[in-house]
Antibody, heavy 123, light 107 residues
Framework: QLQLQESGPGLVKPPETLSLACTVS??????????WGWIRQPPGKGLEWIGS???????YYNPSLKSRVTISADTSKNQFSLKLSSVTAADTAVYYC???????????????WGQGTLVTVSS | DIQMTQSPSSLSASVGDRLTITCRAS??????LAWYQQKPGKVPKLLIY???TLQSGVPSRFSGSGSGTDFTLTISSLQPEDVATYYC?????????FGPGTKVDIK
C-alpha cells in the first residue's frame, strides 16, 4: 500500500523559506495516473490546498500562495518537495502531502495522505 | 475562483440518527467533488469521490449525491466513530478548494 512521509524542519524563522520533502514508498511518483499535492492546516482551522505536481514537472498552484510557492519532483529519489518563501506566523500549520488521482489529465481527489508535519514559524 | 461553502458548520446528533451535510459551489462543477472525514488529531481520509462514488473500505452508511452546485453527504445511521469534521473538495479546475468543514459530534 502506497505510503507518503513528510520531512523537514519543524521550526522556521520569519522571513526565511520553509522547505519540506515528501518521500513516497511502495509506489512511484512517475506513474502517469497521479499528481502529487501539498495541503496545509493551521491549528484548529480547515484545509488549504497549496499546490500539485505531475512527475513531468507540470504544476498547479493556489493563486493565494503562488508568488511564494515552488513545488518540484525528483523521480530518482521518488520524492517531491515544497518550498514556501518569506514565511510569517500565518504559515504555521500542519503540512500534508498526498497523492492526487489524475482525472482527464487534471488533478482530482487526494488519497492517500501522509501523516503530516507541524511547521511553526517563529523567531 | 469558485468558492465552496458547507452547512451546517457544526451539528450534534444521537447515535442512530440520519445526518445530511450540504456543500455548495459558487459555480457549477459537474460531479467533480470529493468528501473527506478528519477525526480529531488524525489525517483526513477520503470517503467519496465523483460526488457519489464510495471509496473502497468506507462503510455503506456513508453516501453522497449531487451535481452542478449542490451536493450532500449523508450518514444513514450515525455511529460514535463518526465523530469528525467533514470537508468537501472541488476538483473541476484549479484551485482545488476545500469547503470550511462541518463538525459532527454525538449528543
Amino acid at each position: 500500500q502506497l505510503q507518503l512521509q513528510e520531512s523537514g524542519p519543524g521550526l522556521v524563522k520569519p522571513p526565511e523559506t520553509l522547505s519540506l520533502a515528501c518521500t513516497v514508498s511502495r509506489g512511484s511518483i512517475s506513474s502517469s495516473n497521479y499528481y502529487w499535492g501539498w495541503i496545509r492546516q493551521p491549528p484548529g482551522k480547515g484545509l488549504e490546498w497549496i499546490g500539485s505536481i505531475y512527475y513531468s514537472g507540470s504544476t498547479y498552484y493556489n493563486p493565494s500562495l503562488k508568488s511564494r510557492v515552488t513545488i518540484s519532483a525528483d523521480t530518482s529519489k521518488n520524492q517531491f518537495s515544497l518550498k514556501l518563501s518569506s514565511v510569517t506566523a500565518a504559515d504555521t500549520a500542519v503540512y500534508y502531502c498526498a497523492r492526487q488521482t489524475r482525472i482527464v489529465a487534471t488533478p482530482g481527489w487526494f488519497d492517500p495522505w501522509g501523516q503530516g508535519t507541524l511547521v511553526t514559524v517563529s523567531s | 475562483d469558485i468558492q465552496m461553502t458547507q452547512s451546517p458548520s457544526s451539528l450534534s446528533a444521537s447515535v442512530g440518527d440520519r445526518l445530511t451535510i450540504t456543500c455548495r459551489a459558487s459555480q457549477g462543477i459537474s460531479n467533480y467533488l470529493a468528501w473527506y472525514q478528519q477525526k480529531p488529531g488524525k489525517v483526513p481520509k477520503l470517503l467519496i469521490y465523483a460526488a457519489s462514488t464510495l471509496q473502497s473500505g468506507v462503510p455503506s452508511r456513508f453516501s453522497g449525491s449531487g451535481s452542478g452546485t449542490d451536493f450532500t453527504l449523508t450518514i444513514s445511521s450515525l455511529q460514535p466513530e463518526d465523530v469528525a469534521t467533514y470537508y468537501c473538495q472541488k476538483y473541476s479546475s484549479a484551485p482545488f478548494t476545500f469547503g470550511p468543514g462541518t463538525k459532527v459530534d454525538i449528543k
